[in-house]
């Protein structure tokens, strides 16, 4: 068997080396001459997006867990749009007045049922600065109306007269264009 000893390897058509070798054997991919995956010592390090179709055995997800919130700069009756590409968890900075119903998709060009399985769930949350006046009873998936199943039995009524209100939605898709929705209300002071 033969021993191939480089340092870099280029594509003929670049001269940005797209794999490095290190002395200790540590493998480096890059793209556009910037290290996108790189073999450690204890495993390894991906700089940027990591997109997967599946996985399988398990994941481990331990130490701190963050997620983004998209932060609006206004009220949810005035956006009603909430479009999961930019996180699952929406906050409104500005007092509600009246009452709203919340249209999740995953963006404008792109559905929520396009981009979930029968069988999977997801987690929204969202949350609006209080009013009494201002709630959201229901909400629309992909533009349609969906029945929610509220906690506590009833849909709310009413929004908090201080602090924030939380909207937090389980969405089950359970066929194609169909979602079972459990919704909960909690008012902050």
Known sequence: ?????????QSRQSTDDAISLASDSSVTLK?????????TSTGVSVT?????????GSVDLSGLLKEGVNITAGKLSDNTDIDLENGMVHLFTT?????STPNI?????????????????????????????GYSAQLTID????????VGGSAPSDGGSSG????????????????TVIGNQSKTS
């Open 1 to 9: 068997m033969s021993t191939l000893k480089v340092d870099d390897i």
């Open 31 to 39: 793209h556009s001459a910037s290290a996108k995956l790189a073999t």
């Open 48 to 56: 940027g997006i990591c997109a997967a179709t599946t996985f399988s």
């Open 95 to 99: 007092q509600e007045t009246t009452t």
């Open 105 to 133: 998709r995953f963006n404008s060009s792109t559905s929520l049922d396009s981009s979930m399985s029968v069988g999977e769930a997801i987690s929204v949350t969202i949350i609006t600065t209080a009013a009494a006046a």
């Open 143 to 150: 533009g349609a109306a969906v029945t929610e199943n509220w």
């Open 164 to 179: 924030v209100d939380i909207y937090a939605y389980t969405i089950i898709k359970t066929a194609s264009a169909t979602f």
